[in-house]
């Protein structure tokens, strides 16, 4: 039992180029999440998808898009990287019936 | 105002003692709250959470809530050095969205 995986750990982006990052969970769970991470501003929510299907920004959703694939999988796109996005993107997933999120291990994304 | 705020720290505490760390949030509808710990460099983890009024005990982890001042906090009796790590407080606020809005996390250093 994984848990929840991402790919890839580490990336280093020029900035105008485009990329995804791939988060899949073993849980069943219905709902999953992107978070970043930066220094002094805690995590916070980019985007989640409630459930296979749906799909719905967060706090911070400019610069990036998701795919909800099918349950077990939620993507993240940058499609023209900026140094703004250069952070650590967690990806995490939620049961129902409870609010307890699990959390992947993190990509750390660099943008020159 | 921070929906979720906690000191940033560092807290220090010597071996053995407790450690108190606090929480307050601005939601009056919030209804889940949640201690992540979160080690360098690597994902948060969950080891509490807490739903209703009063003290809730795991192990060496006593949750405290008290909603009608808005405030959740977390003791760490016995304090180990292996409890050094940044301390995330999350609060699921009201209505149905199942999202959580974090704090920016306060940083435990048990001295030895």
């Known amino acids: 039992n994984a848990g929840v995986t991402q790919t890839p750990k580490f990336q280093v982006l020029k900035t105008g180029q485009s990329m995804t990052l791939q988060c899949a969970q073993d849980m069943n769970h219905n709902s999953m999440y992107w978070y970043r991470q930066d220094p002094g501003m805690g995590l916070r929510l980019i985007y989640y998808?409630?459930?296979?299907?749906?799909?719905d920004k967060g706090e911070v959703p400019n610069g990036y898009n998701v795919s909800r694939l099918n349950k077990r999988e939620f993507s993240l796109r940058l499609e023209s990287a900026a140094p703004s996005q250069t952070s650590v993107y967690f990806c995490?997933?939620?049961?129902?019936?409870?609010?307890?999120?699990?959390f992947g291990p993190g990509t750390r994304l660099t943008v020159l | 105002q921070k929906e979720v705020e906690q000191n940033s720290g560092p807290l220090s505490v010597p071996e053995g003692a407790i450690a108190s760390l606090n929480c307050t949030y601005s939601?009056?509808?919030?209804?889940?709250f949640f201690w992540y710990r979160q080690y360098s460099g690597k994902s948060p983890e969950l080891i509490m959470s807490?739903?209703?009024?009063g003290d809730k005990e795991d192990g060496r982890f006593t949750a405290q809530l008290n909603k009608a001042s808005q405030y959740v906090s977390l003791l760490i009796r016995d304090s180990q050095p292996s409890d050094s790590a940044t301390y995330l407080c999350a609060v699921k606020g009201g209505g149905t969205a199942s999202k959580l809005t974090f704090g920016t996390g306060t940083r435990l250093q048990v001295t030895l």
């Open positions: 939601d009056r509808g919030s209804q889940s």
């Open positions: 995490a997933s939620k049961g129902t019936g409870t609010d307890t999120q699990y």
């Open positions: 998808s409630a459930s296979e299907g749906t799909t």
């Open positions: 807490i739903y209703s009024n």
